[in-house]
């Protein structure tokens, strides 16, 4: 058998026994029976997949190698003991799809309709990952549900922090390759630091307050219909739930029963009716400002620093190291949100900032030359 055949068959059993471990162990992390009881469906399945592999390695005459989880699976799992299941579900989502799409291709996955389950994992995680615990039973923080908010977070934070990295280390490298001095380097990159900072704190501060105020706004509106009209409001509930599966006089007792309990009506018809949490107005947009301009400002800072202490051309190098060393660090980080493995997510991560430095340079190098 060719080698790349051989390659892709134990490719192919060791990612189905990764996931088969990472749902076994969110089966006993959930402490939400039903969904425990899912992860479990997920893992026999997946050990069925990798069984399907096993025999295929068998007759190509090669034995079985002993399993040892990924550290990407064995990372996953830490998260979610420490944040929640609902933490890693986007990136097992992505995953899933991921195998889907590599296995359309194989025309023996294919046959025995691997990636149709694989697409079919892939849906059951997506409505995983907006569940929301049934009235009465724990709440989101009890039961960790929270962690895909976290997820968001983390996310969005990691882009924060490129953002400040790659500006500021291509902002650098175009001056250096200019031929700037030490100092005009510095006073470039601090300048570069808080001027990007700045226009990001502002950016996401303009982007709440117009957020919070148009969806007041609706929601004031909203809440006049309720009351001007709350009989005309009450049959637009209704049928909002029929939509959605109750027949005619189940919704008709729900909607009376809600609008027997104000002010919870109102919240219920703008939720349902504007898709908008109210509760989630109370989002503060000076703290989501400052925390864009940390972010923005540590991962600006990391291509900055060398040069604070080494002359200009060790400090170019330090400064050159210490970003490719950063921008490997957040693609990592990105890998558990892509379903990308974590060496091909931050060697992506460091070629497309080392592209975008060089760009940057080789201008500064072409202007330099011209404007001297």
Known sequence: MESNELKRLLRNWKAERDSAALYQALAVIERNGSL???????????????????????????????????????????????????????SITSRELSDRDQYSEQDDARAAGLAKEERGHAAVMRTIGSYAPPAGEATAEDTGWGGSNLANNLRAAV???????????????GVAGGGGQRSAILLTGVAGLFAGACAMALGEWLSVTNTREMAARQIDRQIENVHATAAL???????????????????????????????????????EAL?????HLGANPVSAASVSFVLFALGATMPLLPFFVLASRSGMIGSITASLVGLFTLGVITSFFNGRSTAFSGVRQVV???AAALITFCIGRIFGAVVS
């Not at 399907?52 to 068998?58: D, G, K, P």
């Not at 882009?159 to 490298?173: E, I, K, P």
């Open 36 to 90: 425990s009881s899912v992860f479990n469906k997920l893992a026999a399945s997946e050990r069925e997949h990798s069984t399907f592999w096993e025999e295929r390695l068998r007759l190509a005459g090669h034995p079985i190698p002993q399993f040892r989880p990924s550290l990407r699976t064995r990372m996953l799992t830490q998260l979610a003991r420490q944040f929640g299941v609902a933490f890693v579900v986007p």
């Open 159 to 173: 882009l924060g922090a490129n953002d400040g990295l790659v500006s500021n280390f291509c902002l650098l490298m």
């Open 233 to 271: 409001e009450g049959k637009e509930l209704a049928l909002i739930y029929q939509a959605k599966g109750m027949t005619e006089d189940d919704a008709r007792r729900a909607v009376d029963k809600i609008l027997a309990e104000e002010p919870a009506a109102a919240d219920m018809l703008v939720h």
């Open 275 to 279: 898709r908008i949490e109210p509760a």
């Open 352 to 354: 497309i900032g080392a």
